[in-house]
Every structure is written in C-alpha cells, then in structure tokens.
C-alpha cells in the first residue's frame, strides 16, 4: 500500500506510471488529484491496474486509488460522507479476512 499528494493526476500520470513500473503496489491512494468529471479514465489508466475516483475540480482536492486487478473489492458508499473527499472499500485478498481501507 502507498499514499502520494500527486497536485494534479494529469500533469504527473507519465511519472505515475514510470514509478509504478519499478515499485509495484497492490494499492495506491492518491490525493490532490485535481480531476473533473470530463476527465477520462483511460488517459489516466496504470496497466494492471483499476481506477476509483472522487473527484472535485482543476482547482483542487480530489482522491483516487488503483487497485491491482487481482484484488477483490467492494466500494463502501455507506461509509464515505458527501462533506468529505474520501474513498472506502472494503478488499477481500485470498486467505484472509475482509479488511476496511480508506482515503
């Protein structure tokens, strides 16, 4: 697991994917991402892995994760506050037990 105040996914996703090419993590949050709901999954794509956002504006604020692909989640809708930029899920990984992680 990894965390990273990225200041705008866009302007950084070509350093994003070199970074995880050498350091590959099940589980990456990222916040600052600075996305808008125009902004498309598939320029922001890490290969190998899938993308839940949060988004708020160009200006600021904003969370994502990636999630490795073989990893098994549900999104907690239950538990994220409208009022908050926050992300919960709960990861089901083989041969243990369901586990909350929030960002």
Avoid at 23 to 50: F, H, M, R, V
């Amino acid at each position: 697991m990894g965390s990273l105040n990225i200041n705008s996914l866009c302007k950084h996703i070509d350093e994003l994917r070199a970074l995880m090419v050498g350091q590959p993590l099940d589980i990456l949050a990222i916040n600052e991402t600075k996305l808008e709901s125009a902004d498309c999954d598939g320029l922001l794509n890490l290969p190998g892995y899938t993308l839940i956002r949060r988004d708020r504006n160009k200006f600021g604020g904003g969370v994502c994760v990636y999630l490795r692909h073989s990893i098994n989640f549900s999104r907690m809708l239950d538990f994220e506050d409208e009022n908050l930029e926050m992300i919960v899920l709960e990861i089901q990984k083989p041969n243990s037990s369901p586990f909350l992680f929030a960002s």
